[in-house]
């Protein structure tokens, strides 16, 4: 099977390479990844597309270093704010919930391998801007109760759904989020968790 990894950054692809598997290395953030990952699938054709990367967690019910996958993601920042009061595009009549590839204003991955493995399941949220404010973690939780936030998985989502390719968006927890104290961070066991995980599902996919 012809297989394409992509991360943010070059850290996070520190797994053992295998046949028949190219990597893409997209940049930070939302507009990087829609432009290189529908940019690659233009040039080429996968059978199956991962994105593998850090996250940071709402909850310190996930462990620093666990690995999860995503079955549901968001824009969590799209929309509009008045007063500290945050409504997504949805709530502001300005997009329907059930627009392709929305549904009911999430991005869902129903593929089988999400049903079939032991990682556990997450719903996550994509955002611009990683912060340590209160306000923002507030607005998140109450709009979306999220358990994970990134800076690029709903980006992925939106392009592969859009484009009718498999795929999955695998996560390793390196911070909780709003803690912007790095020392605090498990970036290196996340990254080694994560890259395990890569290796197994690779192996399940081929």
């Known amino acids: 099977m012809n297989i394409l990894v992509i991360a943010a950054t070059t850290h996070e692809l520190a797994f053992k390479r295998s046949v028949n598997v190219e990597t893409l290395i997209t940049g930070v953030g939302i507009p990087a990844t829609i432009y290189h990952l529908q940019k690659k699938l233009q040039q080429n054709s996968y059978k199956f597309v991962i994105q593998a990367g850090i996250a940071g967690a709402f909850s310190n019910e996930f462990n620093l270093g666990q690995t999860v996958l995503v079955k549901q993601d968001c824009f969590g920042d799209l929309g509009t704010e008045e007063k500290g009061l945050f409504n997504t595009i949805f709530e502001a009549g300005l997009e329907d919930k059930n627009t392709l590839p929305y549904k ?46 990134t800076m690029e998985g709903a980006a992925f989502h939106y392009v592969c759904l859009q484009e009718n390719i498999p795929f999955v968006q695998i996560r390793s927890i390196s911070n909780y989020v709003g803690e912007r104290d790095k020392s605090k961070w498990k970036m290196a066991d996340a990254i080694s968790s994560l890259s395990t995980e890569i290796e197994l599902l690779i192996k399940e996919l081929s």
């Open 104 to 149: 009911n204003g999430w991005l869902y991955n129903n593929n089988d391998l999400l049903k079939n493995s032991e990682l556990e399941l997450v719903k996550a949220v994509t955002i611009n801007k990683v912060s340590d404010s209160v306000l923002q973690k507030q607005q998140l939780l109450q709009t979306y109760n999220p358990e994970i936030e």
